[in-house]
């Protein structure tokens, strides 16, 4: 069965500096992951996703993803955090009967100024 | 492009009382539609999902169902809620083909007392 793992439950850091917020996933077959943004009381807001290609995947405000088949990561990365990246983060793994996507517990981001 | 409507966005219910809460999306065509439920601001659990018209998956047993009486159109009711139904309610449409991501309407915050 597919799963996805997010160790941390809130990562804090400061303005400007770099952030990761991790994901490990379990998968039969080839890997399908996503990222998502949520902000309170709204709906999540795809970021990126992975599906084949390079490594490293590129996506909205900013967000990058670096995926690593050995480790079986996908961690969330940007290079200069803001305080408006403050957020709750969840990855996601689609199931392999393409049609159920399994979800992180999500990890709280904090930046603060 | 396409949009999702959720409706109402804020719910208070008695205990017993029935419930129906209406997904809607506009600009696609045979869409993948899927109910969560979020407890606490943290995971998804996946309630239901439909891949066409008439076409419901339950994923897990609840005091919930679901129907999709139009292309485009996804309900959850219950003929009598609990307490624990209380929670924060996503509906989520997707492409029905390829690796496409899921969109998330602003969800519905359901109150049980």
């Known amino acids: 069965a597919q799963s996805v793992a997010q160790p941390e439950d809130q990562v804090n850091v400061a303005e400007g500096n770099p952030l990761t917020v991790k994901c490990t996933y379990s998968?039969?077959?080839?890997?399908?992951l996503f990222w998502y943004v949520q902000y309170p009381n709204r709906g999540l807001q795809f970021l990126l996703k992975?599906?084949?290609?390079?490594?490293l995947v590129k996506g909205s405000y900013g967000f990058e993803a670096e995926f690593n088949k050995s480790q079986t990561s996908f961690h969330l990365k940007k290079p200069s955090a803001l305080v408006s990246d403050s957020a709750l983060y969840f990855c996601?793994?689609?199931?392999?009967?393409?049609?159920?996507?399994?979800f992180g517990s999500g990890t709280k981001l904090n930046v603060k100024p | 492009s396409q949009t999702i409507h959720q409706w109402p966005a804020t719910l208070v219910q008695p205990v017993g009382s029935p419930l129906s809460l209406e997904c809607t999306v506009e600009?696609?065509?045979?869409?993948?539609l899927y109910w969560y439920r979020q407890a606490a601001g943290r995971g998804l659990q996946l309630l239901f999902y439909?891949?066409?018209?008439?076409?419901i998956s339950s994923e897990v047993p609840q005091n919930l169902s679901a129907s999709r009486p139009q292309d485009r159109q996804f309900i959850l009711s219950s003929k009598k809620l609990l307490l624990s139904d209380s929670g924060f309610y996503l509906c989520?449409?997707?492409?029905?083909?390829?690796?496409?991501?899921?969109?998330f309407g602003d969800g519905t915050r359901l109150s049980i007392l």
């Open positions: 989520a449409w997707r492409e029905g083909a390829g690796n496409q991501p899921q969109h």
């Open positions: 998968v039969s077959g080839n890997p399908y």
């Open positions: 992975y599906i084949t290609g390079d490594n």
């Open positions: 996601a793994v689609r199931d392999n009967n393409f049609n159920k996507f399994y």
């Open positions: 600009g696609t065509s045979n869409p993948n």
């Open positions: 439909s891949v066409g018209i008439g076409q």
